[in-house]
């Protein structure tokens, strides 16, 4: 993908540095950095011409279509829209507001806008939306986010059509003020289920590990004087409802932000994270400190170099003296129940591996290195879906393999995340526990193998369980993001019966006795597989 980018969009290479066509924009330099990481050099050539033949400047010589290309870069890969649809014309409806809106080219900041994917027939499904708001504003008197309306709602297209209820045109719904339901727009989080998702109100503070749902109210007029209009992408989240557990969290919330941008067109390396809370307020105790390492180095390098440090949303409004702050552009909702619903994940394959180019950049990983020799990686966990005769495997591995492959294991525990990613950059071959601990394993180089434990459940008047198990079947956990991890080639060490349990229990949380001889098999499958063809 990266490859494809630099050849489309005539990014030249020199030695350690990057040249850049004169034509691209100002913020090309962030974009790059968050490709390649923060270290490389970036020259922004002075002249028209590149050394070296580049598609973009040889596609129309003479014209203004190389640089109209070249100011669309993200554009031309899907990750930003181009400018929409305006024109102006006489409203009838009102003069006032036909004056308004054609005065000028800003005219249209006097109101704010929003646009969504997912579903907007079902008015129940929030966590199927996934919608940036623009000149959307947040009002500190009434401490409320408002949506300013050029219009009576009814004269506006509806904002759902509800397959039961018909056309709607709120985005918040309240039994108290007369309405069928208590309903919101969109989801900031994951939260525990089954419960409701914790209703938006004036100064919410969420402390929770519900899910919180959140909606503007709408009113009908212009965006008031004295406003401050704050620049940029945001993007307003809650932390998942599980902070000590590295998939739930960087899969179901970090990555769901990620992706959220490039779905909507807006995609920015210098994106601005507010959350509603602090990922360790109200976490169970202990976890504050890991749930801190998680944000600070899966999510914050979501905003770069570039972006406003990430902040807690009410600690963030108290920095501005203006009643009335308007966000330019900001982002809600998103897919963050990837685990329990494999449709939020097909077709994401490409921003799984841009994701983890994004994340090793910003950590001095290069992306595309691939290990010049084997190392065999063994992950130790300890607790519940275990190797239980762990020692005796890593020995029956390293006697197997010490001639052809460096062989070591490892728990994490006491490593940054920057040396876990270094670690796994020199790993041609994984072998892990499933479940939380294995969801750093995506980052592995282009082409690992990675060896995963099933687990197996037995079902009591249930013929499948809630991922689709069988009774007495070998099941992949985090199988609806795996199967989309297409960088990396996936083995499964399967299990079925007693004899492959600690204990002879067979279930979704039990240790594993793990075969050597039959492990040391699949290994040996997996170091075959990556020799070079002749």
């Known amino acids: 993908m990266v490859a494809a980018l630099i050849q489309f969009v005539g990014i030249f290479w020199v030695g350690k540095n990057v040249l850049l066509d004169p034509h691209f924009p100002r913020d090309s330099a962030n974009h790059l950095r968050a490709l390649f990481g923060p270290s490389i050099e970036i020259e922004q050539s002075s002249s028209g011409e590149l050394p070296g033949r580049s598609l ?9 279509q190389s640089s109209t290309l070249a100011a669309h870069w993200w554009n031309l890969v899907g990750f930003q829209r181009s400018s929409p649809i305006r024109i102006s014309t006489d409203l009838n409806r009102s003069q006032q507001i036909s004056t308004d809106l054609n005065r000028s080219s800003n005219a249209y900041q006097k109101f704010s806008r929003w646009r969504c994917i997912g579903d907007l ?13 623009e000149n959307v504003c947040y009002d500190k008197q009434i401490q409320d986010f ?11 297209t509806p904002i759902l059509y ?28 994951y939260g525990a289920l089954p419960s409701k998702p914790k209703l938006w109100s004036p100064g919410i503070i969420h402390n929770s590990s519900s899910s919180l749902s959140w909606s503007p ?3 009908e007029g212009t965006i008031p004087d004295g406003h401050k209009t704050l620049a940029g992408v945001y993007s307003l989240s809650a932390p998942h409802r599980d902070v000590m557990n590295l998939g739930h969290v960087v899969w179901e919330d970090f990555f769901s932000i990620f992706v959220a941008m490039i779905q909507l067109g807006i995609y920015t390396p210098c994106l601005n994270l507010l959350r509603m809370k602090r990922c360790e307020t109200g976490a169970r105790k202990g976890s504050a400190k890991l749930c801190s390492k998680f944000e600070n180095n899966f999510l914050l390098p979501l905003a770069g170099s570039c972006g406003a440090k990430m902040a807690q ?20 909702g998103g897919n963050f129940n990837v685990f329990d619903d494999e449709r939020n994940t097909v077709g994401k394959e490409p921003l799984v591996q841009f994701y983890r180019h994004v994340i090793l950049a910003w950590h001095g990983v290069s992306p595309t290195a691939i290990p010049k020799s084997h190392q065999i990686l063994l992950v130790d966990k300890h607790g519940q879906r275990s190797i239980s005769n762990f020692k005796s495997v890593a020995s029956r591995v390293a006697e ?17 995340v920057a040396d876990q990613l270094r670690m796994l950059s020199q790993t041609s071959i994984a072998v892990s526990p499933c479940g939380g601990i294995s969801m750093i394993l995506p980052f592995l180089p282009e082409g690992a193998y990675v060896i995963l434990m099933n687990y197996a459940v037995i079902l009591s008047g249930r013929r499948v369980g809630l991922h689709g198990e069988c009774s007495g079947c070998s099941w992949t956990m985090e199988g609806e993001l795996w199967r989309h991890v297409r960088h990396i080639n996936k083995v499964y060490y399967q299990v079925f019966g007693p004899s492959d349990f600690e204990g002879g229990i067979v279930d979704r949380a039990s240790s594993i006795r793990v075969d050597a001889k039959r492990l040391n098999t699949l290994i040996w499958g997996a170091i075959r597989e990556m020799e070079p063809h002749t």
């Open 56 to 64: 973009l400047n040889h596609t129309s010589a003479g014209s203004n």
């Open 400 to 416: 197997e393999f010490s001639k052809v492959a460096r062989v070591c294991a490892t728990d994490y525990s006491h490593m940054s």
């Open 146 to 156: 408002v949506f300013f309306s050029p219009m009576p709602k009814e004269s506006l």
């Open 217 to 219: 109210r709408i009113h």
């Open 121 to 133: 027939e079902e008015s129940s499904h929030l966590i199927d939306r996934t919608c940036v708001f």
């Open 313 to 332: 949303f009410y600690d963030f409004i108290q920095e501005y003296h203006q009643k009335v702050l308007c966000f330019e552009t900001l982002m809600v």
């Open 162 to 189: 509800d397959h039961r209820k018909g056309s709607q045109f709120l985005f918040r719904r309240r039994v108290v003020e007369g309405m069928d339901e208590d309903l919101d727009f969109v989801l900031l989080n």
